[in-house]
């Protein structure tokens, strides 16, 4: 599903949603570079001396706001909140896999709802199964590189703290917002994303963030490597044959012939995937 190909990058696109645009992808090879010159670009200023005095403070109440684990959770389940609904509607509408696995034009046939559901349980029954393992597996990666992000976060927001509030107000702030000063925290706290020691961090952990995207492609790989692929026609009963003919209302030869052009195109997708990554 063309879909697929977006989930990794919409993910981690999402995750750097607030953050600006700073600069054309790297080349290979040039990443270190590249990443050298975002975190100098969203340098921050040093903290002066008052600010450093209130920083064992600002660092103390983070832990309060955000304790280890915080980012690994709330993105484990935004990601089941968002990817929960995406995934039903791409089972909802198997017409697009039928096609494809067919090797017809989707214009050529006028398929039910309900045929398209029982011609792709014959063609891939396979697939929800593949699609879950793929989510299980995007889901542990992101997890994990939020976790590996955490701690330069939590750093760039105790800076912000105590640049942004005096010390009376990281009291108030830690005791839950019990003051009027914690109301001053509320009203800025939203603004607080934007704060340049938190766009320093930000962009400071994204070579931990790319490192464990890189290798995700082979993580999705390995998690479907035993898993059923599409059925050639040679898998078929003759049964199977038979109920895809009156699904679909193609003649056996153009089932048989399809089914060969999809498969050889599926062959030709993994063998120009290999040669990429080598």
Request: charged share 25%; proline share 5%; hydrophobic share 45%.
């Amino acid at each position: 599903m063309k879909w697929q190909k977006w989930l990794a990058g919409g993910a981690a696109l999402g995750l750097l949603c607030a953050q600006p645009a700073a600069a054309a992808a790297p080349k290979k090879g040039d990443d270190a570079a590249a990443m050298a010159a975002l975190t100098d670009m969203f340098k921050a200023e040093p903290l002066t001396a008052e600010q450093r005095a209130r920083l064992p403070a600002a660092k103390a109440l983070m832990m309060q706001i955000m304790p280890s684990g915080t980012m690994a959770e709330m993105y484990h389940s935004l990601f089941k909140r968002i990817m929960d609904p995406i995934m039903k509607m791409a089972e909802s509408n198997p017409a697009t896999d039928v096609t494809k696995n067919l090797g017809q034009d989707s214009a050529k046939l006028d398929l039910t709802d309900e045929h398209a559901k029982q011609a792709a349980a014959i063609l891939d029954p396979g697939a929800a199964t593949r699609n879950a393992a793929m989510i299980e597996s995007l889901q542990s990666a992101m997890t994990k590189a939020m976790a590996a992000m955490e701690p330069d976060m939590r750093e760039g927001m105790a800076e912000a703290y105590a640049v942004n509030f005096n010390s009376k107000e990281l009291a108030d702030i830690a005791a839950f917002f019990a003051t009027p000063s914690g109301m001053t925290y509320a009203r800025r706290s939203f603004a607080l994303a934007s704060d340049p020691h938190v766009l320093s961090a930000s962009m400071k952990s994204l070579p931990k963030l790319m490192a464990e995207l890189g290798p995700m492609k082979a993580q999705f790989d390995k998690a479907q490597a035993d898993l059923p692929q599409p059925r050639d026609y040679a898998d078929l009963s003759a049964e199977q044959r038979t109920e895809l003919g009156k699904l679909t209302g193609l003649s056996q030869a153009q089932i048989k012939a399809g089914m060969a052009s999809a498969a050889k195109k599926r062959a030709d997708k993994a063998a120009k995937n290999r040669t990429s990554e080598d």
